[in-house]
C-alpha cells in the first residue's frame, strides 16, 4: 500500500479505488495437476482458458456469427502467429485481405472487451503489450454510439494495415486476452517427470504469466531437491530420466554433461530385461540411446540404493530399517531374504556391492556422484527454474476458502492424523506440511553437497511413509526391478485415498487447516482418476484433478485430464479429451474441452469483496481510514 500520501483528499481518492475494486465480479481462478512434462498439451489449455475462451466467444457471438466462424476466431486467440499464417494465404487480393483486417480488429477488440470488463483499467493496461497500449486503449474505450469519433477510430483502424503493424497488432490482442481470461493460475504438483518438456513449461509461466502458484508434487521435489544438494533425490531423478528416455531434457535443457556416468555405466553393466527404457514422448528409442538408458540406469539404481542405505542409518527416525535392501541379499546375490522368506533374484546386477558393506560406494561411484551433484547445484537454467517454483509454491495453500494439496494428508484408518516423530518433537497434519515447507526452503536456499539432515528430509518427501506427497506405505522400487512377485511389488496408500470419499473426513481436514467446513473445499492432485470413477468426492467437498494429462494415463483414465474453474459463479469441472499434436490442433483447429460440468453454483455472483485479496483490500481501506485528519 502507497505510504507517500500528502493530503487527506489522494488518502480519499484511493479508499474510493479500493472501495470500488471490492465490487468487481471475482476473477476466475484455473487449477490444473500433474502436467508431467506435456507441454504442448498444457499450453493449449492456457491458451483456451480450460474452455472459458471458447465459452466468452460463444456468448458474445452467438447469432452473429457461425459455429465456423466463432471457431476461428477462437483459435486465432488461441495461436495468433500460426492461424495468420493459415489465414493469410488464402486471400488472393490485398482488398480481401484488408477487409479481413478489420472485421477481425473489430471482433478481437469487443472480445477483449468482454474479457476486460471484471478488471481495473490498471490491470487490463499491464496485460498489454507496452507497444501497443495507448492504440489499444483508444480502441478498447470506445463508445461506439458516438458518432462524432467514427472517422477517428477508423482511421487508427486504417493506419495499423497501411503501416504493416495489422499482424504485431492481433498477435498483442490475442495475447491479452489469454491473460485476462484466466485471473490466477493453480498448478496442484508434477511439472516434472515422464513427459518431453517441462522445462519449456517453467519458461511459458514465467514469460506469459501473471499470477500463480505451485502446490509442489512429489516428483518436482526430486528437481528442486537435486539443486539442493540431495544426492537421494538426484540419483533417484537420474535413474527415472533414463528409465522413461528423459536423459537428454537434462543434458540438452539444463547443461548437465552424464559422459563420466556413461562410460562406467556401459564399462560395468550389459543391458538387461529389468531395465529396458520406456518412450512415454512416443519417440523411438534407438539401439545405442536404448543401450546407454538400460546401462545408466543400472549404474545409478545401485548407487541409489546405496546412498538410501546410508540416509537409513543416519535417520532412525524415519523408521526406513526395512528399505535397506542390498543388505538383505545373499552371498551369492542371486536370492534375498525379506520377510523370513528367500525370493529369487530376476536381472540382477550387484558386481559392484560389496556383501561385507553393501551400502558404501566404490571410489569410482563417489567420484560420479560428486560430480553430478555440483553440476546440479551450478546449473544456472535449473536453478532459476526451481528458483521460481519454490517462491511461488509451498506445500500445501488455502486460498479464498479451499484447501490446495498435491497428495495426502497421513491418516490412519480411524482418520486421525499420524505423527512424525523427529527430534523429539511430534508433527501431524497441517503442523507436518508447515515443518516440511521450512525445511525445504533452508534447504534450497542453502545448498550442502555433504550428507545433512536437511537433504535426507527432502528425499524422505520423495518416499517416506509419512510424506504428504508420497501417500504410501513403500516405494518397492528395488523390488519391482529385481523380485517376480506382485505382492512385494504393491505399495499400499495411505487410508486417506479411502477416507477422501466421506464428507465427516473432509470436514475434518478443512478444520485442521482453519478452513471453513460449509464453504471450504479441497482440491487435490497426484493420483489419476480411472475411467469410470468420478473425481468428485465427499458430496462435492473434494475434487480429485489429476485426470491424466500424461500420455500414459490417457488408457487407464479415458480422458486427457480435468481442470477446475472457480469464477464468480461457481465451480465448474472441466473434462479435455486427449491431446494429439500442436500441429494437428492448429491444422484442423481441434480444441480439448469435452465437457463443463456446473458442480457449485453460487447463490449471488462473488465480487473480489468476497476473496482473500478483498479482505486485504478492507484492511488497507481501515488503515486509510484511520489516517484521515
Not at 343 to 365: A, R
Not at 529 to 556: E, Q
Amino acid at each position: 500500500m502507497k505510504n507517500t500520501f500528502t493530503s487527506d483528499n489522494e488518502i480519499k481518492s484511493e479508499i474510493i479505488n479500493l472501495s470500488a475494486i471490492l465490487n468487481l465480479p471475482k476473477g476466475t481462478e484455473t487449477f490444473v495437476s500433474d502436467i508431467h512434462g506435456e507441454y504442448d498439451e498444457f499450453a493449449h489449455i492456457l491458451r483456451n482458458g480450460s474452455g472459458n475462451t471458447k465459452q466468452k466467444v460463444s456468448e458474445l457471438f452467438t447469432g452473429r456469427l457461425t459455429d465456423e466462424s466463432q471457431k476461428k476466431l477462437a483459435f486465432l486467440i488461441y495461436y495468433p502467429s500460426e492461424i495468420l499464417r493459415q489465414t493469410k494465404n488464402k486471400f488472393e487480393s490485398n482488398d480481401d485481405l484488408n477487409q479481413w483486417y478489420m472485421t477481425t480488429f473489430n471482433n478481437l477488440i469487443e472480445m477483449l472487451q468482454y474479457t476486460a470488463n471484471k478488471y481495473t483499467r490498471s490491470k487490463v493496461r499491464k496485460a498489454m503489450d507496452s507497444e501497443f497500449v495507448y492504440i489499444t486503449e483508444e480502441l478498447l474505450y470506445a463508445d461506439p454510439s458516438d458518432g462524432t469519433k467514427h472517422l477517428y477510430y477508423s482511421e487508427i483502424m486504417d493506419s495499423i494495415i497501411r503501416l504493416k503493424m495489422a499482424d504485431s497488432f492481433i498477435i498483442s490482442t490475442c495475447h491479452t486476452i489469454q491473460k485476462l481470461v484466466v485471473d490466477h493460475l493453480h498448478i496442484i504438483g508434477d511439472v516434472y517427470d515422464r513427459g518431453p518438456h517441462p522445462d519449456l513449461i517453467i519458461d511459458h509461466l514465467m514469460n506469459n504469466c501473471g499470477s500463480l502458484d505451485f502446490q509442489w508434487g512429489n516428483h518436482d521435489i526430486l528437481w528442486i531437491g537435486s539443486v539442493s544438494g540431495s544426492k537421494l533425490c538426484m540419483a533417484n531423478l537420474v535413474r527415472i530420466s533414463a528409465r522413461y528416455d528423459n536423459l537428454d531434457i537434462l543434458s540438452e535443457s539444463y547443461g548437465i554433461n552424464f559422459d563420466k556416468l556413461e562410460k562406467f555405466a556401459l564399462k560395468n553393466y550389459q543391458p538387461l530385461k529389468s531395465f529396458c527404457p520406456k518412450s512415454d514422448t512416443g519417440t523411438q528409442i534407438t539401439p545405442e540411446i536404448e543401450q546407454r538408458n538400460n546401462c545408466v540406469q543400472q549404474a545409478i539404481a545401485i548407487m541409489q540404493f546405496k546412498l538410501e542405505g546410508q540416509a537409513i542409518k543416519r535417520n532412525p527416525d524415519f523408521l526406513m530399517s526395512s528399505r535397506m535392501m542390498l543388505g538383505k541379499l545373499t552371498n551369492s546375490k542371486k536370492h534375498i531374504n525379506i520377510g523370513g522368506k528367500k525370493y529369487d533374484i530376476v536381472d540382477g546386477c550387484f558386481q559392484l556391492v560389496d556383501s561385507n558393506d553393501p551400502y558404501k560406494l566404490t571410489k569410482e561411484e563417489s567420484i560420479i556422484i560428486d560430480d553430478l551433484i555440483e553440476q546440479f547445484i551450478n546449473s544456472k537454467k535449473l536453478c532459476k527454474h526451481m528458483k521460481y517454483m519454490v517462491d511461488n509454491g509451498s506445500m500445501y495453500l488455502r486460498y479464498n476458502g479451499n484447501l490446495l494439496l498435491h497428495g495426502c494428508v497421513p491418516v490412519d484408518s480411524q482418520g486421525e492424523m499420524l505423527s512424525l516423530k523427529l527430534a523429539g518433537k511430534k508433527y501431524s497434519g497441517k503442523s507436518l506440511f508447515d515443518f516440511f515447507d521450512k525445511v525445504l526452503r533452508a534447504a534450497f536456499s542453502n545448498p550442502q553437497t555433504k550428507d545433512c539432515y536437511n537433504s535426507d528430509i527432502l528425499w524422505y518427501l520423495w518416499t517416506g511413509k509419512l510424506s504428504p506427497l508420497f501417500g504410501k506405505g513403500d516405494m518397492t522400487t528395488f523390488e519391482r526391478y529385481f523380485i517376480n512377485d506382485k505382492s512385494l511389488q504393491h505399495e499400499k496408500k495411505n487410508p486417506y485415498y479411502s477416507l477422501r470419499k466421506e464428507e465427516w473426513f473432509a470436514d475434518k481436514l478443512l478444520q485442521e487447516f482453519g478452513l471453513d467446513v460449509k464453504t471450504g473445499h479441497i482440491i487435490n492432485g497426484h493420483t489419476p482418476v480411472k475411467l469410470g470413477h468420478s473425481p468428485i468426492m465427499a458430496n462435492g467437498k473434494i475434487f480429485v484433478i489429476d485426470g491424466g494429462m500424461s500420455k500414459p494415463y490417457h488408457k487407464t483414465t479415458g480422458i486427457g485430464g480435468y481442470t477446475l474453474l472457480y469464477n464468480s459463479y461457481g465451480l465448474q469441472l472441466v473434462t479435455h479429451e486427449p491431446f494429439t499434436t500442436r500441429q494437428k490442433a492448429i491444422k484442423d483447429m481441434t480444441d480439448v474441452v469435452s465437457t463443463k460440468r456446473v458442480i457449485e453454483q453460487s447463490v449471488k455472483r462473488q465480487t473480489v469483496g468476497d476473496t482473500d485479496i478483498g479482505r486485504q483490500i478492507k484492511k488497507q481501506i481501515a488503515e486509510l481510514s484511520a489516517r484521515l485528519n
